[in-house]
């Protein structure tokens, strides 16, 4: 069966994350989204683990559906959810190794409840997984993929958007130059890293010591509406093991594709100094020493001057194994864009319920739906505007120091006369 699975997200139990991040409204956003199988994020928080056993029942081995019944916020609202959940977390190790201070952000994937709470009892022992969703532990990532492991070998150990400076196993602030660095006689249990939102395949395609590397793609969302903003296209049977296996044996009749940000949408792609509104490319970053021009403190090295350093290939250079990827902008934004307003606007939320209303989840709009259909419930320059995202025709600012990238899909004149036209005319609603 084909699906959409997007394993890295958050609970509302995590920092700087909405409450609406509930059982009820993940069901919810993942069926409009269209994402079959969706990770819990954070089981190793106990509130939301007591959640999480409480209102998911067993579905198919090593998944769960959500169960009819109340819930936080109310009742779920139905005990046959096409969603399927599994059991994911994100764990942020902070630890010295070879005289440096290292930060690496790891998503843990379990078969079952009896797994995680092994896992649980151990982590208890190393820090205060009460204090937030993504707990925060002094140790090195070897010994935490050792733990998890230790606790049932067909658990997944992925190191998480493995570029972003600050908190990932090739991060230019606290990381690696190698995997083999980094988890030492426990590489060889590494079967998968994640893109993460500032990188895509192409550029991990350019270091051939990833070549063995499956490459997965997830949201790592904090509110409802940013799941599946990246995702996994599957075709295997439904099931935790078949996913697993797919991923581990990198089977490109099992793994379809990857759906990407572009990655200048990233805040970490490019090199800059957001105090300063500084944003540079690495052959700029290199010429001033990677040092701000404006402040003299050291810039953010973002994700591709990383790249460049790690690289022993040119660009568009693809492995004969790699999986292929698609690059999308979501829904709300792209509607956003084709009208010249802000993603909050009350125009944008009207299209979007009417687009998926008439035609399905966001992924059949963004990569299915005909041209004339898209007209018909939206409006000619949305149309326009979802194709050329399809058929990568996109200008973005890069991302950098956390400030994520600026989408450009119609210029500045076609932008100002869409809006004016938007505004002197009747829509759909």
């Given amino acids: 069966m084909k699906f959409a699975a997007d394993f890295h997200i958050h609970s509302k139990y995590s920092r700087a994350t909405s409450p609406s991040m509930d059982l009820e409204n993940l069901d919810k956003w993942a069926k409009i989204k269209g994402v079959k199988i969706l990770g819990t994020g954070d089981f190793t928080h106990p509130e939301w683990l007591k959640n999480l056993k409480e209102k998911l ?14 819930a936080s916020s109310g009742k779920l609202k139905d005990s046959d959810s096409d ?3 599994i059991l994911t977390s994100e764990i942020s190790c902070i630890y010295a190794k070879g005289g440096k201070i290292r930060k690496i952000h790891i998503v843990v994937f379990a078969p079952s409840f009896e797994t995680v709470d092994k896992i649980s009892a151990k982590l208890s022992q190393i820090g205060n997984l009460r204090a937030d969703g993504r707990p925060i532990l002094g140790l090195d990532v070897k010994e935490l993929a050792k733990i998890i492991l230790d606790a049932d070998e067909n658990c997944l150990v992925v190191p998480a958007h493995a570029w972003t400076p600050w908190f990932a196993i090739f991060g230019s602030k606290s990381g690696f130059d ?18 993460g939102l500032s990188a895509d395949p192409k550029m991990f395609w350019r270091i051939s010591a990833l070549d063995k590397i499956t490459l997965i793609s997830n949201s790592d969302a904090h509110s409802p509406q940013k799941i599946g903003r990246e995702a996994n296209i599957f075709n295997t049977e439904i099931n935790y093991f078949s996913i697993i296996e797919a991923i581990k044996t990198k089977n490109k009749n099992k793994f379809l594709y990857t759906i990407e940000f572009f990655p ?3 805040k970490y792609h490019y090199d800059g100094h957001k105090d300063c509104d500084l944003r540079l490319s690495p052959k700029e970053s290199k010429k001033y020493n990677n040092i701000c021009p404006i402040c003299g403190k050291p810039l953010v090295i973002g994700v591709l001057n990383r790249v460049e350093k790690l690289a022993d290939r040119p660009e568009d250079f693809a492995p004969e194994n790699a999986i292929p990827f698609k690059s999308l902008i ?3 934004e792209i509607i956003a864009e084709s009208l010249g307003v802000t993603v909050a606007s009350k125009q944008v939320d009207k299209f979007y319920n009417n687009l998926t209303k008439n035609l399905g989840s966001e992924f059949e709009i963004l990569l299915e739906s005909e041209r004339v259909n898209l007209e018909k419930y939206s409006l000619p320059e949305i149309a326009e505007c979802i194709i050329r995202v399809r058929d990568g025709k996109v200008n973005i600012e890069p991302g950098y120091d956390g400030v994520y990238g600026k989408i450009k899909i119609f210029g500045e004149k076609e932008n100002t006369n869409n809006k004016k036209k938007f505004f002197n005319q009747k829509t759909l609603f």
């Fill in 178 to 195: 190698s995997i083999e660095e980094c988890f030492e006689d426990y590489s060889k249990y590494i079967y998968a890293v994640e893109t």
């Fill in 83 to 85: 969603t399927r959940f």
């Fill in 264 to 266: 200048e949408e990233g």
């Fill in 57 to 70: 029942s067993p579905a198919e081995r090593g998944l769960f559906s959500a169960k009819g019944g109340s």
């Fill in 330 to 332: 979501p829904l709300q």
